[in-house]
């Protein structure tokens, strides 16, 4: 089945800076890739998404690339703010009916 | 309401007790999933429902857990005989239709503890 590996688990960087955000997958079938963010006692909320036909998306200071040969993704944040301080979540999926998650990554951002 | 709306928000039972935990979909989304996350883990996929039927039920990790959506709205998962290990928060999300051109929505969770 499908495994996501995700990195780093924390990352702490200064307001105003970019974050980075990497992960790999297993499964060479998968072709839907979701990013969501969840912060404190809250549910994930999708904030970007790619599929496999495309090779870049973005939304204004987010965007997420995809590297369907090497089968990484990562999520970009520029201009970091305080609100980005959340757990990031990458996702793999075929056709999105179950998606497997990796296992999130801590953002700090420092005013 | 706007949202995916999960009850209850909190819920501590004793070991080898029943529960259930329910959740309330979007308006018109006829999929609906249930997804479990342990401390510091990402979330693990349980079931996914297209209407009324378990589309995929792959993740239920053993038969003490069960769902169901009779009417293709609301749905309840069910745990028997809780075990410690059962203690994670229990999430539910909702998509228009399932498949590859539709956001999947989350509730807030059910924080499920088993002293």
């Known amino acids: 089945g499908e495994n996501v590996e995700q990195h780093p688990s924390t990352l702490s960087v200064q307001e105003g800076d970019s974050a980075v955000i990497k992960c790999t997958y297993s499964?060479?079938?998968?072709?839907?890739f979701p990013w969501y963010k969840q912060e404190l006692g809250k549910g994930p909320q999708l904030i970007i998404d790619?599929?496999?036909?495309?090779g870049e998306k973005k939304d204004q200071r987010i965007a997420v690339t995809l590297n369907k040969t090497a089968k990484h993704f990562s999520l970009h944040i520029t201009e970091t703010q305080p609100e980005d301080s959340a757990v990031y979540f990458c996702?793999?999926?075929?056709?999105?009916?179950?998606?497997?998650f990796g296992t999130g990554t801590r953002l700090q951002v420092f005013p | 309401g706007a949202g995916v709306s999960q009850t209850p928000s909190n819920k501590v039972t004793e070991k080898g007790k029943y529960v259930e935990l329910r959740c309330d979909p979007i308006s018109g989304h006829t999929a609906l999933y249930w997804y479990r996350q342990s401390l510091g883990q990402g979330p693990e996929f349980l079931i996914y429902f297209q209407g009324t039927g378990a589309a995929d039920d792959s993740g239920l990790p053993n038969d003490r857990f069960f769902a169901v959506r009779p009417e293709g709205s609301v749905s309840t998962l069910k745990i028997q005989r809780t075990e410690r290990g059962d203690s994670a928060v229990y999430l539910c999300?909702?998509?228009?239709?399932?498949?590859?051109?539709?956001?999947?929505?989350f509730g807030q969770g059910t924080r499920l503890t088993v002293v």
């Open positions: 790619i599929r496999s036909n495309v």
């Open positions: 999300a909702s998509s228009l239709m399932g498949g590859t051109n539709t956001e999947a929505f």
């Open positions: 996702a793999a999926s075929y056709n999105t009916d179950k998606l497997i």
């Open positions: 499964d060479s079938a998968s072709n839907y």
